[in-house]
C-alpha cells in the first residue's frame, strides 16, 4: 500500500524561506535523512519514491502555489491510488507558537487555504497532518494583509534558530506514525 506525504509550500526561490514553506522545507529534510530525492514531476509537484519503516512511500511537493495545493494533491491521490486516510500533509500554523508541532487527523482548514484546498478537492478532510506552528504577527489585531505578509516573509534569525531544532522533531513524528500509527503519534508529539 503507497502513503503520499505532502509538504506544503510555494515553488520557486523567492519563497524558499519564507513561514509558509515549513511543510516543503520539513519534507525535503525527511527525504534527504531518509536519501530519497525529488527527481520528477507528476500531478503538478515534485516528486520523489521510496520506501520507509515498511510503507511505499511518494513524497510530493505542489508546484501550484499554497492556495491551489488541492489541484496537486488530488492528482497525486488518483495517479498512485492513495486512499486520503494514507495520506500526511506538513504545514504551517498561525494558531501555534512558533516550533511547536501538532499531529492531527480529520480536522477542519483553520483557515489555512492550502488545507481548505485540499479539502475541498478531494471532498474530505479525513488525512493526517503534522502542523508546524510559526506563531503570530506581533500585532494587536491584525488584518489579513498583515497575515499574507507575515506568512511571506522569511523567519528572522531567532526564529531560524527555534525552527532549526523542530525540523528533525517533525521528520521523527513522520517515522513514528509510519511505524507506530497516528493515536500514539499525538500522544508522544502533541
Same mark, same amino acid.
Given at each position: 500500500?503507497?502513503?503520499?506525504?505532502?509538504?506544503?509550500?510555494?515553488?520557486?526561490?523567492?519563497? !524558499?524561506?519564507?513561514?509558509?514553506?515549513?511543510?516543503?522545507?520539513?519534507?525535503?529534510?525527511?527525504?534527504?535523512?531518509?536519501?530519497?530525492? #525529488?527527481?520528477?514531476?507528476?500531478?503538478?509537484?515534485?516528486?520523489?519514491?521510496?520506501?520507509?519503516?515498511?510503507?511505499? $512511500?511518494?513524497?510530493?511537493?505542489?508546484?501550484?502555489?499554497?492556495?491551489? /495545493?488541492?489541484? /496537486?494533491?488530488? %492528482? $497525486?491521490?488518483?495517479? #498512485? /491510488?492513495?486512499?486520503?486516510?494514507?495520506?500526511?500533509?506538513?504545514?504551517?500554523?498561525?494558531?501555534? =507558537? $512558533?516550533?511547536?508541532? %501538532?499531529?492531527?487527523?480529520?480536522?477542519?482548514?483553520?483557515?489555512?487555504?492550502?488545507?481548505?484546498?485540499?479539502?475541498?478537492? $478531494?471532498?474530505?478532510?479525513? #488525512?493526517?497532518?503534522?502542523?508546524?506552528?510559526?506563531?503570530?504577527?506581533?500585532?494587536?489585531? =491584525?488584518?489579513?494583509?498583515?497575515?499574507?505578509?507575515?506568512?511571506?516573509?522569511? #523567519?528572522?534569525?531567532?526564529?531560524?534558530?527555534?525552527?532549526?531544532?523542530?525540523? =528533525?522533531?517533525?521528520?521523527?513524528?513522520?517515522?513514528?506514525?509510519? !511505524?507506530?500509527?497516528?493515536?500514539?503519534?499525538?500522544?508522544?508529539?502533541?
Amino acid at each position: 500500500m503507497t502513503k503520499l506525504i505532502v509538504g506544503l509550500g510555494n515553488p520557486g526561490r523567492s519563497y !524558499a524561506g519564507n513561514r509558509h514553506n515549513i511543510g516543503f522545507i520539513c519534507l525535503r529534510y525527511f527525504a534527504r535523512t531518509q536519501g530519497i530525492k #525529488f527527481d520528477r514531476k507528476q500531478g503538478l509537484a515534485r516528486v520523489g519514491t521510496g520506501a520507509v519503516a515498511g510503507n511505499k $512511500l511518494v513524497l510530493a511537493r505542489p508546484q501550484t502555489y499554497m492556495n491551489n /495545493s488541492g489541484r /496537486s494533491v488530488s %492528482r $497525486l491521490v488518483r495517479k #498512485f /491510488s492513495v486512499n486520503p486516510q494514507d495520506m500526511l500533509v506538513i504545514h504551517d500554523d498561525l494558531d501555534l =507558537p $512558533l516550533a511547536k508541532i %501538532r499531529v492531527s487527523s480529520g480536522s477542519g482548514s483553520g483557515g489555512h487555504k492550502g488545507i481548505s484546498s485540499i479539502i475541498q478537492e $478531494l471532498g474530505t478532510r479525513e #488525512f493526517t497532518r503534522i502542523r508546524v506552528g510559526i506563531g503570530r504577527p506581533d500585532k494587536a489585531n =491584525p488584518g489579513e494583509d498583515d497575515i499574507i505578509d507575515y506568512v511571506l516573509n522569511n #523567519f528572522t534569525s531567532e526564529e531560524k534558530k527555534a525552527i532549526n531544532q523542530i525540523i =528533525p522533531r517533525v521528520s521523527e513524528a513522520v517515522l513514528y506514525l509510519l !511505524a507506530e500509527g497516528l493515536t500514539p503519534a499525538m500522544n508522544k508529539f502533541n
